[in-house]
């Protein structure tokens, strides 16, 4: 029987204050670790240049002052990063364990502390200079997990304090209730540490391997190209605020892919391999692909889901060898009609063997705006293909071309609702003013980009409430695989009105006006925004 039963007959609670204390800081680090832990995880499978952990560590990087980080180099010397990541860990487990302990005392002020992390973490995503739209939503889905972990710990704690600490007599011998509420908890606790211990040793995993590549590619130089680029004519870049860059950043470019992880590629290790219906096989390592007279192209790619106004397409200056040399070295037998591009991770792309060989600029391409290609967008080496959208041509970490037959062979996409080929659609978008940002009334400016890939641009025009069309200035392009820059300044009064822009290729050929999904084969439809203009 227990001696600490009180002369009431009451049973008192089987956990001393202090203790409680103690065990609601645990579940206050066990939860915050759990939270980091998702967020980490989820950057590492989706882009380890989202990771909350690195943002706030590179703002703190940014925020010492420099006689500290001095001191931090001598100190620590290179393992000075490791040192901010051991000093980052602590300072989160006791800010975790107060957390803990005032949620404890009061329900929602852990919470609260937690959410601040989850601030202070989208602050530094945000001052980071790759930072995505995407980037945005980690911190906060971190701190959510933390909150979730942390309530479910608060409640077992609540339940072992509350359960009787001791049996009552008719059940005497039994285990007290506060003994089952302990073990409860205790599971709730371990478990917990045991899932963020493991989570965590997985995101280290990924996040190693994609960090040894990227080390790789921080190092690789690539060659200066045999044939450069044609230089942007004069004009190409309209002086138009918020019209889309003419050449799009790497950290703007849009990404698709089906890829969980983003593969991580060792260049030492790359082959790329031709097979099929040729009559020579070949294999061509990376050293070799980086000694072929290599040609820089700008190249405007955009994906087959691009709705019409959309912004999955992006213009970019390739570096790479040209497809047709290495077909032409490969030989391939007659009858075969299609290359089927295969990705380290096993996706492929169907493209038209005609469109690799005739003399466009299709690249096993190395080099993306001067730089190696990023993880993301296919390092080390992709194809780009103008002219065609990215899912039957644009295979990133490249790994094989087979020379085979439409007839025998489809690529990833082709049996899920798209169609087996897919040039890219004439097509042109309003960029300002934003759709719904309402404007001054006067000289309304427009302006945006226009696209025909391999085609080139004839003419962009708009046209208000339906009216007539009025043709805009278009500028040069860099060259028929690329988007163009247009613009035009329309005379509005206050009202609302709806505008429209249509483009016209080089042949003459009118972009389509009906609308249509974008399965299978491409969105069709005229860009179409509403502005109120305030008086
Ligand atoms: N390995 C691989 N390559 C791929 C894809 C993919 O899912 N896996 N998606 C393709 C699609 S649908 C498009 S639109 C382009 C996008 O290239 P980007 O992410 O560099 O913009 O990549 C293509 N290459
Ligand atoms: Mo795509």
Same mark, same amino acid.
């Given at each position: 029987m227990?001696k600490?039963q009180?002369a009431?007959?009451?049973?008192?609670?089987g956990l $001393?204050?202090?203790?409680a204390?103690?065990?609601a800081a645990a579940?206050?680090v066990?939860a915050?670790a759990?939270?980091v832990?998702?967020?980490?995880l989820?950057?590492?499978l989706?882009? $380890?240049a989202?990771s909350?952990m690195?943002?706030v560590?590179?703002?703190?990087?940014? +925020?010492?002052p420099?006689?500290?980080k001095d001191?931090?180099?001598?100190?620590?010397?290179t393992a000075d990063k490791l040192a901010l990541?051991v000093g !980052?860990?602590?300072?989160i487990?006791?800010?975790?364990?107060? +957390?803990?302990?005032?949620?404890?005392?009061?329900?929602?002020a852990?919470?609260?502390?937690i959410?601040?992390?989850?601030v202070v973490?989208?602050v +530094?995503v945000l001052?980071?200079?790759q930072?995505?739209g995407?980037?945005? +939503?980690?911190?906060?889905?971190?701190?959510g997990a933390?909150i979730?972990?942390?309530?479910?710990l608060?409640s077992?704690?609540?339940?072992w304090k509350e359960a009787?600490?001791? *049996?009552?007599?008719?059940a005497?011998?039994?285990a007290?209730?506060?003994?089952?509420?302990?073990?409860?908890f !205790?599971?709730?606790?371990?478990g917990?540490?045991v899932?963020? /211990?493991?989570?965590g040793?997985?995101a280290?995993a990924?996040?190693?391997a994609?960090a040894?590549?990227?080390e790789?590619r921080?190092?690789?130089a690539?060659?200066?190209a045999?044939?450069?680029?044609?230089?942007v004519?004069?004009?190409?870049?309209l002086?138009l605020?918020?019209?889309s $860059?003419?050449?799009?950043?790497?950290?703007?470019f849009y990404?698709i892919?089906t890829?969980l992880?983003?593969p991580?590629?060792?260049p030492?290790?790359?082959v790329?391999k031709v097979t099929?219906?040729?009559?020579?096989?070949?294999e061509?390592d990376?050293?070799?692909?980086?000694s072929?007279? !290599?040609t820089?192209?700008?190249v405007?790619?955009?994906?087959?889901s691009?709705?019409v106004?959309?912004?999955?397409?992006?213009?970019a200056?390739w570096l790479?060898?040209?497809v047709r040399?290495l077909?032409?070295m490969a030989g391939?037998?007659?009858?075969?009609?299609?290359?089927?591009s295969?990705?380290k991770?096993?996706w /492929?792309?169907? /493209?038209?063997l005609?469109?690799?060989?005739?003399?466009?600029?299709?690249l096993?391409?190395?080099g !993306?705006?001067g730089?190696p290609?990023?993880?993301?967008?296919?390092f080390?080496v992709?194809l780009v293909v103008?002219?065609l959208y990215?899912?039957?041509s644009? /295979?990133k970490?490249l790994?094989?071309l087979k020379?085979?037959r439409?007839a025998?062979d489809v690529?990833?996409?082709?049996?899920r609702?798209w169609?087996e080929?897919?040039?890219?659609k004439?097509?042109?978008?309003?960029?300002v $003013?934003?759709?719904?940002?309402?404007?001054?009334a006067?000289t309304v400016?427009?302006?945006?980009v226009?696209w025909a890939?391999?085609?080139g641009i004839?003419?962009?025009e708009l046209?208000?409430?339906?009216?007539p069309?009025q043709?805009?200035?278009?500028? #040069?392009g860099?060259s028929?695989?690329?988007w163009?820059q247009?613009?035009l300044?329309?005379?509005l009064? #206050?009202?609302?009105?709806?505008?429209q *822009?249509?483009?016209?290729?080089l042949?003459g050929?009118p972009?389509i006006?009906n609308r249509a999904?974008?399965?299978?084969?491409?969105?069709?439809?005229?860009?179409t925004i509403?502005?109120d203009?305030t008086p």
């Open positions: 227990n600490s009180s009431t007959g009451q049973v008192p609670a $001393p204050a202090t203790v204390a103690r065990w579940a206050g066990v915050v759990a939270g832990v998702v967020g980490e989820v950057a590492a989706v882009s $380890p989202l909350p690195t943002a560590g590179g703002a703190v990087i940014d +925020a010492v420099p006689a500290v001191w931090a180099v001598s100190a620590f010397g990541l !980052m860990g602590l300072a487990a006791a800010l975790a364990a107060l +957390a803990g302990l005032l949620e404890w005392r009061r329900r929602f852990g919470f609260a502390v959410a601040t992390f989850g973490g989208l +530094a001052g980071r200079a930072a995505t995407n980037a945005i +939503a980690l911190p906060l889905l971190a701190a933390a979730v972990v942390l309530r479910w608060m077992r704690l609540r339940e009787p600490a001791a *049996v009552p007599a008719a005497a011998g039994a007290p209730p506060s003994e089952a509420g302990r073990r409860r !205790m599971q709730a606790l371990g917990g540490a899932v963020a /211990t493991v989570g040793g997985l280290a990924l996040r190693g994609a040894g590549v990227s790789v921080n190092k690789l690539l060659p200066a045999a044939s450069p680029a044609p230089p004519p004069a004009g190409a870049v002086n605020d918020g019209i $860059p003419l050449v799009t950043p790497n950290r703007d990404r892919d890829a992880t983003v991580a590629v060792d030492d290790s790359w790329l099929g219906m040729v009559e020579r096989e070949i061509l990376f050293a070799a692909l980086l072929k007279p !290599m820089e192209r700008h405007t790619i955009a994906c087959v691009n709705e106004g959309g912004d999955l397409i992006g213009n200056l790479g060898w040209p040399e077909l032409a391939p037998q007659t009858g075969a009609d299609m290359v089927l295969r990705s991770d096993g /492929t792309a169907g /493209t038209p005609e469109v690799l060989t005739d003399d466009r600029d299709a096993i391409a190395v !993306m705006n730089e290609l990023p993880l993301e967008h296919g080390p992709r103008p002219g990215g899912y039957v644009a /295979t970490w790994t094989e020379v085979t439409f025998d690529g990833y996409w082709t049996p609702g169609s080929r897919g040039p890219i004439t097509s042109s978008r309003i960029d $003013p934003r759709s719904g940002r309402p404007v001054r006067g400016a427009f302006g945006g226009a890939q391999h085609t004839g003419k962009v046209r208000v409430n339906r009216g069309w043709r805009a200035e278009l500028a #040069p860099i028929r695989d690329t163009y247009w613009q300044s329309v005379p009064t #206050p009202g609302q009105y709806e505008v *822009v249509r483009a016209t290729d042949k050929a972009q006006e999904r974008v399965a299978p084969d491409g969105a069709t439809g005229f860009h509403r502005v203009v």
